[in-house]
T-cell receptor, first 113, second 112 residues
């Protein structure tokens, strides 16, 4: 089944403890992206990647890191999480020739205390 | 902490009626405009997109209209069904290919 998977789906952590949220897609998509969703603020793009080894900042990249070493994986790293990073996170992927026909993962609910 | 702007614009329609969801965008240089649907507890789903050189595009039961003069985008859903109940987001790409800016969303509620 064609899909985008994210792990973990739920995470409660403490301020400053490094964490990684994984994202994997099995559709051979070139493009991948991370978003956060907060009430009243909608979806905001964190980072995106047009292909392997190519990453760019979205609207809210501060406090996050990403890497794209393989086509299928695009992990999101929070080196020192803070409470304002409590949010619902979505990973998405698409083919480069239909960039906006994005397939989204199920989301990761992160709480930083 | 203080809650800010928790309430989305809402649209309530009767099953079988047509729905029109509106969106104002900000960047006159944006090249693509996209509509996504998000059902409760799920990730967004792509519905349809339109390029800035078009003013109308049709899909299955949906039509997107683009008015560049007033920077307005609309999504029309024909014969709205209960399964259409969701939050609908418009998005625009900026001058950077791959970078997206989303609107706040509109919640569509379909009454049987």
């Amino acid at each position: 089944e064609a899909q985008v998977t994210q792990n973990p789906r739920y995470l409660i952590t403490v301020t400053g403890k490094k964490l990684t949220v994984t994202c994997s897609q099995n559709m051979n998509h070139e493009y991948m992206s991370w978003y956060r969703q907060d009430p009243g603020l909608g979806l905001r793009q964190i980072y995106y990647s047009m292909n392997v080894e190519v990453t760019d900042k979205g609207d809210v990249p501060e406090g996050y890191k990403v890497s794209r070493k393989e086509k299928r994986n695009f992990p999101l790293i929070l080196e020192s999480p803070s409470p304002n990073q409590t949010s619902l996170y979505f990973c998405a992927s698409s083919l480069s020739d239909s960039l906006y026909e994005q397939y989204f993962g199920p989301g990761t609910r992160l709480t930083v205390t | 902490g203080e809650s800010v702007g928790l309430h989305l614009p809402t649209l309530s329609v009767q099953e079988g009626d047509n729905s029109i969801i509106n969106c104002a965008y900000s960047n006159s240089a944006s090249d693509y405009f996209i509509w996504y649907k998000q059902e409760s507890g799920k990730g967004p789903q792509f519905i349809i997109d339109i390029r800035s050189n078009m003013d109308k595009r049709q899909g299955q039961r949906v039509t997107v209209l683009l008015n560049k003069t007033v920077k307005h985008l609309s999504l029309q859903i024909a014969a709205t069904q209960p399964g259409d109940s969701a939050v609908y987001f418009c998005a625009e790409n900026t001058w950077l290919w791959g970078k997206l800016i989303f609107g706040q969303g509109t919640e569509l509620s379909v009454k049987p």
